[in-house]
């Protein structure tokens, strides 16, 4: 623990004895990948809850009180939480946030997700916290979004002790997309994937969505109107679109939701199209 200075700090002189305070270092918050995360994860928010004519713009200000995270929550597990809809005291605010985050952890620990966030912490505008929680949800709950992987931040921790001392640490936000979906979800396809990974390239040939799109089409026998894709997609949207075009075609013909995302898929992950397609493989093996 080193001295911090008053001036650097001025809110943490309001700090009581043996109290501390912890908060982004200003050089992490310039970090690209993580400006992406907190964009990625606002884009997302407002995505969901665009019915609700919710738009956030800050994290910290805009959720810390629960009643976005209420209605975010709502919305992706499609449940009704018996909380006020408006609450001013803080008091008020942290009853809220406890029935919403006892519902968040109602889902996520049977998952084995470790919970590193609190009442206080996101009431406190902790922006750590907050990312913590979302990005816990997001992957739980398979959002359709990309999280930039291996994201971390340097945190200042300050303590009143006899004066203001201050520490720093390396907090983890995100590892990888496999990783953060579920270490713990390992299938007979992991381990064909482990035992022939270099032998598969091939199957890059459907990052555009393209042979994805029609293939569903001749499984199933109908034809695909060339309007509701793009049969030569020059962009990453376009693709992503095909590709989640395909995704649905899928569900409408019984198959599962594929466990990869639409731009795992168009970024070549090579895992993730393979998944897709021993989906397919499994299902449509006996057609004629």
């Given at each position: ?8 700090y001025p809110e943490d002189t309001l700090l009581e004895e043996n109290e501390e305070r912890t908060m982004i270092d200003p050089t992490s918050k310039d970090d690209p990948k ?255």
């Amino acid at each position: 623990m080193s001295p911090a200075s008053a001036d650097i700090y001025p809110e943490d002189t309001l700090l009581e004895e043996n109290e501390e305070r912890t908060m982004i270092d200003p050089t992490s918050k310039d970090d690209p990948k993580f400006k992406e995360l907190v964009k990625v994860l606002i884009d997302w928010i407002n995505d969901v809850l665009v019915e609700e004519r919710i738009i956030v713009k800050q994290l910290e200000e805009d959720l810390y009180d629960g009643q976005v995270l209420q209605k975010l929550l709502e919305k992706l597990a499609g449940c009704k939480l018996n909380v006020a809809e408006v609450t001013q005291s803080e008091v008020g605010q942290k009853q809220k946030l406890q029935t919403v985050l006892e519902a968040v952890h109602g889902l996520l620990r049977p998952h084995g997700w470790v919970l590193q966030w609190t009442v206080d912490s996101i009431h406190g505008k902790n922006l750590v916290a907050i990312l913590h929680l979302l990005v816990s949800l997001a992957m739980h709950f398979r959002a359709p979004i990309r999280l930039p992987e291996h994201v971390s931040v340097q945190v200042v921790v300050v303590r009143k002790r006899e004066g203001l001392h201050s520490s720093h640490v390396t907090e983890e936000l995100t590892t990888t997309t496999e990783m953060m979906m579920g270490r713990f979800e390992r299938d007979a396809f992991d381990t064909l994937f482990d035992h022939a990974p270099d032998k598969l390239s091939v199957v890059k040939k459907f990052a555009d969505g393209v042979y994805l799109v029609l293939l569903m089409g001749l499984l199933e026998d109908y034809f695909v109107p060339l309007h509701n894709f793009y049969l030569t997609p020059d962009s990453f949207d376009q693709k992503v679109h095909n590709v989640a075009f395909a995704f649905e075609l899928m569900l409408d013909g019984g198959l599962r939701t594929p466990k990869a995302h639409p731009e795992d898929v168009v970024n070549l992950d090579l895992k993730s199209t393979l998944r897709v397609l021993y989906n397919l493989f499994t299902k449509y093996k006996d057609l004629e």
